[in-house]
């Protein structure tokens, strides 16, 4: 949060929804930003719902969501913006994350052939995560939301994040019903906004591979055809059966049980739905 702060300095107003479980202070921290706007959420109550109350206390006309873990400037930050404004017919735009993705495409059986065996890497494009776009605006159909701007309007229109989703693919989500409105959505390649991925929690990694893996599920289930969300479910599985075993016999035994434990994720989300109260000391 420190270098986040420091990196987008004190000239664009700041609503920080502090989602700390653990009560921690940071007051030290904000002390010499007098436009940031400290909202305590009561506790960790994920991603979606933290992100719809920081925006329902903010009166500006646009919105850029962040993670603490990226370090914007405001220049980059107002370029979303005018980005927005010049293009009217534009719903969510976004920065290139430097060595994460910025944003992507919606899961096909063709994109997640090609992200399990490792197309996407040789076909920036090919894939579900756009990690390298050159430095020129592409168009995606979602934006993370570790940097994503959208308009005040556009926002409310969509009814904001959806918090069913506690962590990750919220972002996939809200994409998939900007595309259905007939909103186009846009990385900017030439903005770029660093993102130590990972970085905004110091939770277990096995927490939050359990995280990914059923939020991949649920939103598998909630927006497709059974069947198509079975077949899809099935490939990534297949895929990543395959990489466990890889890095396993590569000896990468942290590797292979994030993986493994992932997996299990996938399909114990199948099973038995993540009932969703937080506990950061199970999964």
């Known amino acids: 949060l420190g270098p986040f702060l420091e990196s987008i300095g004190t000239s664009l107003p700041v609503i920080l929804v502090d989602n700390s479980y653990q009560d921690d202070d940071i007051s030290d921290l904000i002390a010499d930003f007098p436009n ?22 903010a009166t500006a ?3 850029i969501f962040m993670n603490p873990d990226t370090q ?13 404004e010049a293009n009217p017919d534009v719903g969510a735009c976004g920065a290139a994350g430097a060595n994460t993705a910025g944003g992507g ?3 096909t059986a063709r994109r997640i052939l090609a992200h399990i065996l490792g197309w996407h890497l040789h076909s920036p494009l090919s894939g579900l995560f756009y990690l390298d776009i050159g430095g020129i605006p592409v168009e995606v159909e979602w934006v993370a939301g570790s940097c994503l701007a959208i308009r005040r309007d556009v926002y409310e229109e969509m009814g904001g994040f959806d918090p069913d989703y506690f962590v990750y693919m919220s972002d996939f989500d809200l994409g ?25 929690s110091n939770l277990p990694a096995l ?3 359990e995280r990914r893996g059923r939020a991949w599920t649920r939103f ?4 497709r055809p059974l069947p198509t969300a079975l077949t899809l479910s099935l490939l990534l599985v297949t895929g990543y059966v395959v990489r466990v075993l890889a890095y396993t016999l590569a000896r990468d035994r942290a590797k292979a049980t994030e993986l493994r434990t992932y997996l299990g994720a996938v399909l114990r989300e199948w099973v038995r739905p993540d009932p969703g109260p937080f506990d950061p000391s199970q999964p």
């Open 36 to 57: 940031v706007s400290r909202i305590d959420s009561g506790g960790n109550i994920g991603y979606s719902a933290a992100a719809n109350v920081g925006a329902r206390a």
């Open 61 to 63: 006309e646009h919105l």
């Open 72 to 84: 914007p400037t405001a220049e980059s930050l107002l370029r979303l913006v005018a980005y927005l």
């Open 105 to 107: 495409a919606q899961p």
């Open 176 to 200: 998939r019903r900007l595309h259905q409105a007939g909103y186009r959505q846009v990385v900017l390649g030439d903005v770029v906004v660093p993102h130590d991925d990972g970085g905004s």
């Open 207 to 209: 927490w939050t591979w």
């Open 220 to 223: 598998l289930r909630r927006t």
